[in-house]
Structure formats: structure tokens, C-alpha cells
């Protein structure tokens, strides 16, 4: 699900290598960075939900993890929005973006 939003097609990643492959094989740096964004959000959110389970018995569903690293991305955009790399992410993130801060105060 999430390498779609990247490009048109879905990509199983089985080993280590092939993951970092893909991480670092974009030309652009933005492209780059979010990659990274995301691949961190991922593997936390994987590993905080596989605890969770282990040592609570609580488990959740893929489309509340797949929310908490969407959640999670945008608003580590959103924190560092004065960087210049990452004032060029908004684009990618439109909920990070001033949009977001203007719905929020037409509320």
C-alpha cells in the first residue's frame, strides 16, 4: 500500500536489501527524504504493534497502523515546515500543508 503512493505499482519487499535498495534508488532528494520518512514510520509502527501484541495481547487492525504512519509522517513534516527540504514535502503531504492549518481555523 504504501509503495503506491510512490509509483504505479505495489512492491513486496522480502529481504533487508531490497528495501534499502528501493530507499535509496530516487534522484530527486525530496523523493529521498520522504522515502526515508516513511520507511522510519513504518518499521516503528511494525515493531511498536508487534510489542503491543506480545506483551499486552492487543491487537490492531492494518488500516489503524497504516493511520498512526500517516499520522506520524505528516506531522513530522508539519514540525519542521521552516526547513527548506522539507517546505518542498508539503506537496506530498497535503494534510501537513498550510491547507491543513487553514481548515483548522475555519473551524
Known amino acids: 500500500m504504501i509503495t503506491q503512493r510512490f509509483s504505479n ?4 519487499y522480502i529481504e533487508w536489501s531490497e528495501l534499502l535498495s528501493w530507499l535509496w ?3 530527486r532528494k525530496r ?3 520522504l522515502r526515508k520518512l516513511v520507511t522510519h514510520a513504518l518499521v516503528f509502527h511494525i515493531w511498536k504493534n508487534r510489542n503491543n501484541l506480545i506483551h499486552n ?3 490492531a487492525t492494518t488500516s489503524t497502523v497504516f493511520q498512526g504512519i500517516d ?3 505528516r ?4 514540525a519542521r515546515k521552516n ?6 514535502l508539503r506537496a ?3 494534510g501537513s500543508s498550510h491547507n491543513f492549518q487553514k481548515k483548522k481555523k475555519l473551524k
Not at 505499482?9 to 513486496?12: C, E, G, N
Not at 506531522?75 to 508539519?78: F, Q
Not at 526547513?83 to 518542498?88: G, P, V
Open 9 to 12: 505499482r505495489a512492491v513486496l
Open 25 to 27: 534508488s530516487p534522484r
Open 31 to 33: 523523493v529521498m527524504l
Open 57 to 59: 495481547q492487543i491487537s
Open 71 to 73: 499520522r506520524e509522517v
Open 75 to 78: 506531522n513530522i513534516i508539519t
Open 83 to 88: 526547513y527548506k527540504a522539507f517546505q518542498r
Open 92 to 94: 506530498f503531504a497535503p
